[in-house]
């Protein structure tokens, strides 16, 4: 049964940076997709950021282009956020699957959240 359990979230001044992360116990191997997904109150989750393969391809919302960065290291993914902005004030979720969801939203397993605040 894989478990993904995410940390790093925290509230920042806009401009900051956070970096979150995502853990997963067992049973992801390196050609899974990882994705990051946020959702704010009152609005639908969307995609952020996913990787297939261990970064063979990379995808990123227009919101997260030039300042999110998707990464890997073994069972961990990494979700680095620059120059942070009031709006991308969410609860962040990691998500994997075997299949290349990319940012679609039916990932097979979803961590609990890690809540980022910007003020």
């Known amino acids: 049964h894989v478990q993904l359990v995410e940390s790093g979230g925290g509230s920042v001044q806009a401009g900051g940076s956070l970096r979150l992360s995502c853990q997963a116990s067992?049973?992801?191997?390196?050609?899974?997709?990882w994705g990051w997904f946020r959702q704010a109150p009152g609005k639908e989750r969307e995609g952020v950021a996913a990787m297939h393969s261990g970064g063979v391809s990379t995808y990123y919302a227009d919101s997260a282009k030039g300042r999110f960065t998707i990464s890997q290291d073994e069972n961990t993914v990494f979700l680095l956020l620059n120059f942070l902005k009031p709006e991308d004030t969410a609860m962040y979720y990691c998500?994997?699957?075997?299949?290349?969801?990319?940012?679609?939203?039916?990932?097979?397993?979803w961590g609990r959240g890690t809540q980022v605040t910007v003020s």
């Open positions: 067992q049973g992801i191997t390196r050609t899974y997709c």
């Open positions: 998500a994997a699957d075997k299949y290349n969801l990319k940012l679609a939203r039916y990932y097979n397993y």
